[in-house]
């Protein structure tokens, strides 16, 4: 059964790079594409990219210029890189391959 | 992209009802629909895929029907469990377009 795990750092500060990685376990990256989606505080998901495990990416126009989501195909894990965050980039960060496999997300608050 | 627009954004039942949440796209999605069950502090999880085909282990008092641009999700007979957060998901053309979620229908205790 394949699952999938958040890891990284819960507080960041303003300005700095939010980095999260998704650790794959239980089957392969390869052949699938992986997601990243958001949950700010009493929202609604939000998409924040996808990248194919050969390295292809998409991400939310909203967040494109902000975004790169990378994979590591020997690690079976993926990572996904916000930089110069801010309070509304405060959120639970699920690694996902939607519809139907999700992680547990981890919540990653902005904040000096 | 491809706005989902559910309704209502909250329902106010009691357990034991059914009912019936509705959710809308922008341009036709075909049959890629998804609804997902959210619970407080947890992950989402899948209920329904393609637009009628209940997930393994999903109750048979969950179903879903439509296509194109019109989607309903049925729960007969509500259970305590049941209340919780419901999001329709599209991925028509992924990946060559992104998929996008529906802003959610909050299942309440009247």
């Known amino acids: 059964q394949v699952q999938l795990q958040e890891s990284g750092p819960g507080l960041v500060k303003p300005s700095e790079t939010l980095s999260l990685t998704c650790t794959v376990s239980?089957?392969?990256?390869?052949?699938?594409?992986w997601s990243w989606i958001r949950q700010r505080p009493g929202k609604g998901l939000e998409w924040v990219g996808y990248?194919?495990?050969?390295?292809?990416?998409n991400y939310n126009p909203s967040l494109k210029s902000r975004v790169t989501i990378s994979a590591d195909t020997s690690k079976n894990q993926f990572s996904l890189k916000l930089t110069s965050v801010t309070a509304a980039d405060t959120a639970v960060y699920y690694c996902?391959?939607?519809?139907?496999?999700w992680g547990r997300g981890t919540l990653v608050t902005v904040s000096s | 992209e491809i706005v989902l627009t559910q309704s209502p954004a909250t329902l106010s039942v009691s357990a034991g009802e059914s009912l019936t949440l509705s959710c809308r796209a922008s341009?036709?999605?075909?049959?890629?629909l998804h609804w997902l069950q959210q619970k407080p502090g947890q992950a989402p999880r899948l209920l329904i895929y393609?637009?009628?085909t209940r997930a393994t282990g999903i109750p048979a008092r969950f179903s879903a029907s439509g296509s194109g641009t019109e989607f309903t999700l049925n729960i007969s007979s509500l259970q305590s469990e049941d209340f919780a957060v419901y999001y329709c998901?599209?991925?028509?053309?992924?990946?060559?377009?992104?998929?996008?979620f529906g802003q959610g229908t909050k299942v309440e205790s009247k």
């Open positions: 996902a391959r939607p519809p139907d496999l």
């Open positions: 239980g089957g392969s990256i390869s052949n699938y594409y």
């Open positions: 990248l194919y495990y050969s390295g292809n990416t």
């Open positions: 341009q036709s999605v075909g049959r890629a």
């Open positions: 393609g637009a009628s």
């Open positions: 998901q599209q991925d028509n053309d992924w990946p060559l377009s992104a998929y996008s």
